[in-house]
């Protein structure tokens, strides 16, 4: 099951590049994978001991590297961040218009992301791990420079040499820690490194050293401050579609690559950059926090949003307890619905007034109220708000950090009161007081399928918000498993 997650939306471009109707043949793929993931989720077995769904064969074996294996499986970390893909991926088709710009290859790029975030959380050999966020990662780039709005051409440079920097201090820091290790256990596979590691642990400068070259290539593909530039510019520009994917799915590889590979691999490299990296998750919150104050136009502002809240994430890692990890994956999987929800609705927003600056907007919930529902939902759903998923993941991040790290919590806590702030203002701006004449024709969704994709998303958000047991059964055991494993 897995592998076909991988293996449809490639088939889809095989059938769109044969001349088959894009935004159908899309749609069609991301729909099965959706389903699927629902059927995997449902055979899924909460606290079972390992990985689940596994395939492991033989791939290649390079001179001088470690067999490579194609090796995929889920636990109670991976699977929720795998159906967040499948969820951002059908509502980023499904927003997306039937007549664009060279349709055909517009589709084709947007599942080549799909496939490769699908591969991305399943894999479990490091190097698949790592190639398949490559393939996610390029497509990416080409949807702003092609099919981006305003300053897409610097945009889509920044975002290129900033994410391919990550990607190759990233590569460096793989092979450092994979080639550290006696010939005879050399490895990519994830497992079976585990083992090996634990047997004959890494000395203590060259786990100092690796730790410090995967921060870095995970702190720049996940916008770490003060790496971040890139983000807020590229979603600003980037279309919803490609904003949605990567600010909701691709973003969450390097907090993911943090907790699976680079924290438990190596603790006393943890250990040593953790003073690092605690002033640097506070220099998201606040700085960026700030920064965000700041913003007057819409996109940007949800742009610098996201990167904030990545702060968080990293909060609920370093505290390196049950409480604080099950927080921090809870927190990524209502990261992605609500910034998917919002990209996607600023898209709208930008589509029917021709206008993101906020000073220039006003007055719209009374021409579109779904919009302003939808729209203020997500917001919600960001400020942390009880009731809606990113809620419960802050708590337990905060709760899990005060054991740890009271002082930067702390810090971290003022982190509610400026997103509150900001995004109380863009509600306000956006869809409150006076209507502007030249917005007088503005339309609202209709009803039916075009607003479908966002009451998925706000009803995933509601129903995590309620009931955010269904999440934590499957996260919780596998967190103490990799906790107790170390």
């Known amino acids: 099951m897995l592998t076909l997650l991988i293996l449809i939306p ?22 099965l994978n959706l389903l699927l993931g629902v059927a995997l989720a449902i055979r899924f077995v909460p606290g079972a001991a390992g990985f689940q769904f596994e395939q492991l064969h033989a791939w290649a074996a390079l001179p001088g590297l470690p067999p490579i294996q194609y090796h995929v499986g889920v636990d109670g970390i991976n699977l929720p961040l795998l159906l967040l893909a499948l969820v951002v991926s059908f509502a980023a088709v499904a927003v997306s218009p039937v ?9 084709a790029y947007v599942l080549l992301i799909c496939a490769g975030v699908a591969g991305m959380f399943a894999s479990l050999d490091l190097f698949f791990l790592y190639i398949f966020h490559e393939f996610a990662l390029i497509p990416t780039f080409l949807l702003v420079g092609i099919w981006g709005t305003q300053n897409r051409q610097f945009a889509g440079v920044q975002i290129t040499l900033y994410l391919m920097l990550g990607s190759l201090i990233l590569l460096a820091g793989i092979l450092a820690l994979v080639l550290a290790l006696p010939a005879e256990t050399r490895t990519f596979d994830l497992p079976a490194l585990q083992i090996g590691l634990r047997a004959a642990a890494l000395g203590d400068h060259w786990q100092s050293v690796t730790f410090g ?5 995970f702190g720049i593909l996940v916008s770490l401050f003060p790496f971040h530039t890139w983000a807020p510019a590229g979603y600003a520009s980037a279309p919803p579609a490609a904003a949605m994917l990567h600010a909701g799915v691709l973003k969450k590889f390097g907090l993911y690559g943090m907790l699976r590979i680079a924290l438990p691999l190596l603790p006393w490299g943890a250990e040593h950059w953790q003073g690092w990296l605690i002033a640097l ?15 007057k136009e819409l996109t940007l502002m949800l742009g610098y949003a996201s990167v904030m809240h990545m702060g968080y994430i990293f909060l609920g890692l370093v505290a390196w307890n049950e409480i604080g990890l099950s927080g921090a994956v809870l927190l990524m999987v209502a990261h992605g619905l609500c910034t998917a929800l ?28 779904f919009l302003a529902v939808t729209f203020i939902l997500g917001a919600m759903a960001m400020m942390g708000l009880p009731g809606l998923a990113n809620f419960t993941g802050e708590i337990l991040i905060f709760f899990g950090a005060w054991h740890t790290h009271p002082i930067a919590t702390i810090c971290a806590l003022w982190g509610a009161v400026i997103s509150a702030t900001y995004l109380l203002r863009a509600i306000q701006a956006v869809f409150f007081g006076a209507l502007p004449e030249k917005y007088a024709a503005v339309t609202d969704l209709a009803p039916g399928w075009p607003r479908a994709p966002y009451l998925l998303l706000s009803a995933c958000l509601l129903v995590l918000g309620f009931v955010p047991g269904l999440l934590l059964a499957w996260v919780r055991p596998a967190v103490a498993q990799l906790l107790g494993g170390l």
């Open 99 to 107: 007549a664009v710009m060279r349709d055909a290859e517009f589709y």
């Open 10 to 31: 490639l088939l889809a471009i095989a059938a769109i590049a044969c001349g088959s109707p894009a935004k159908p043949t899309a749609l069609a793929a991301v729909t």
């Open 213 to 217: 070259l995967l921060l870095a290539g």
């Open 342 to 369: 919002l990209f996607g609705l600023s898209g709208e927003i930008q589509e029917r007034t021709g206008e993101v600056r906020l000073a220039e907007l006003g007055g719209l919930a009374q021409k579109a109220p």
């Open 281 to 295: 998750l506070l220099g998201n919150i606040l700085y960026v926090g700030f920064a965000t104050l700041a913003q």
